[in-house]
Nanobody, 115 residues
Framework: QVQLVESGGGLVQAGGSLRLSCVAS????????MHWYRQAPGKQRELVAS???????MYADSAKGRFTISRDNAKNTVYLQMNSLKDEDTAVYYC?????????WGQGTQVTVSS
């Protein structure tokens, strides 16, 4: 059974930083690409950052230069370091992966940025 458990969200002032974590189980973690999505109130869920099993990364334009995705295969964990946070980063952040084409999601972690 695939499980993704996010943590690390919270309330932070604009300009501050947070690090999100997602622990995966039920998959061969080192073989899977991992992704972070977010969904703000009234908006569609959007891809924020991805990391391949080889460690290559990609970012949404809104995240470039401020967010860093990384992984620790020994801990089955993917991270999202978020710096210089802005009001518009307020959202629920979700960890995602896929197995045999089927997507799996964590329960999400709330990030709220106050100005």
């Amino acid at each position: 059974q695939v499980q993704l458990v996010e943590s690390g969200g919270g309330l932070v002032q604009a300009g501050g930083s947070l690090r999100l974590s997602c622990v995966a189980s039920g998959i061969i973690f080192s073989s899977n690409a991992m992704h972070w999505y977010r969904q703000a109130p009234g908006k569609q869920r959007e891809l924020v950052a991805s990391i391949t099993n080889g460690g290559s990364t990609m970012y949404a334009d809104s995240a470039k230069g401020r967010f860093t995705i990384s992984r620790d295969n020994a801990k089955n964990t993917v991270y999202l370091q978020m710096n210089s946070l802005k009001d518009e980063d307020t959202a629920v952040y979700y960890c995602n992966t896929a197995l045999w084409g089927f997507p799996y999601w964590g329960q999400g972690t709330q990030v709220t940025v106050s100005s």
